[in-house]
């Protein structure tokens, strides 16, 4: 089973998606399914799993909906309000799903202080205790204050998107490499996805080169059974084709990896950590 372990779907008129614009340019339209389905079959993709890019129950339903009349779509990592009085009841609701796999943290863009709150550290908890999968949106300068925040959780059963998109277009490996050692060394439940990666280089005139040191790293880190494949469609279109995409990751990773491991990688973890 091979699976793209982060992919997107989303449609303009439900008006959730504020980030989008027509500044947006390619991003600016409704991507399906359909749209996706050849590009998973020419490069041998036999599943997906769908995250969250708005912060309301109502997309998280409306990829639930997508997954239930698609056959590609193994997993929704889907978005819970964690300061709401009835996260615990909403949970429930939506575990009922089969296809309700995790939820998602969008960190990127508020202060981590959010991550402490009390109400939220409750809610991490509870999903700590229920070993449910939490997929972590950071970036690099918020990579300090994620290492306090899970040794608080040190059972939580969550991944970094993203590497967490070190600045990859100015070749800057520090402080993003020491906090990544530091994250993988102390929490062995904690996963990475090798994803997003073009977005954050040089959209124009990246070269397979420019990733290596952030995807060899990451692999030494973690090691090849707490990585996986994501392809972060459609929001790569930005910089990359699909395609383009995820011939990258087989050409950056470490040419010592095992067929056992290149199986974990594209898609043996993803399976495992979402419980697919």
Excluded at 19 to 25: G, I, V, Y
Excluded at 61 to 78: D, N, P, Q, Y
Excluded at 102 to 118: C, V
Aim: charged share 25%; with cysteine.
């Amino acid at each position: 089973m091979r699976i793209d372990a982060h992919q997107h779907y989303w449609k303009l008129d439900r008006g959730d998606y504020d980030w989008l614009t027509p500044e947006s340019t390619v991003l600016y339209k409704d991507f399906l399914p359909e749209q996706l389905n050849e590009h998973l079959k020419a490069n041998g993709i036999n599943k997906t799993v769908v995250v969250q890019a708005a912060p309301t129950l109502a997309e998280t339903e409306f990829m639930l909906s997508l997954a239930e009349k698609s056959e590609t779509i193994a997993g929704v990592v889907g978005w819970l309000d964690l300061e709401d009085e009835s996260y615990k009841e909403q949970y429930a609701r939506l575990k009922q799903n089969p296809y309700f796999k995790g939820i998602r943290i969008m960190l990127q863009d508020i202060d981590m202080e959010y991550a402490f709150r009390p109400a939220v550290l409750e809610a991490l908890r509870f999903f700590e205790q229920e070993q449910f999968p939490i997929d972590l949106l950071i970036k690099t300068h918020q990579l300090e204050a994620t290492a306090k925040l899970l040794k608080l959780l040190p059972n939580l059963r969550g991944v970094i998107d993203h590497i967490a998109k070190p600045i990859i277009s100015e070749q800057q490996l520090e402080p993003w490499k020491t906090y990544i050692a530091q994250i993988a060394s102390e929490n062995p439940n904690i996963y990475c996805k090798l994803s997003g990666m073009v977005t954050e280089a040089d959209h124009l005139n990246w070269q397979k080169e420019h990733f290596i040191p952030y995807v060899h790293h990451v692999v030494s880190q973690f090691g090849p059974q707490r990585v996986m494949y994501g392809s972060d469609w459609p929001v790569c279109l930005i910089a990359a084709e699909y395609d383009e995409v995820y011939k990258l990751l087989e050409l950056t990773l470490p040419n010592t990896l095992s067929v056992s491991d290149l199986e974990d990688v594209f898609g043996l973890n993803a399976s495992r950590f979402y419980r697919l």
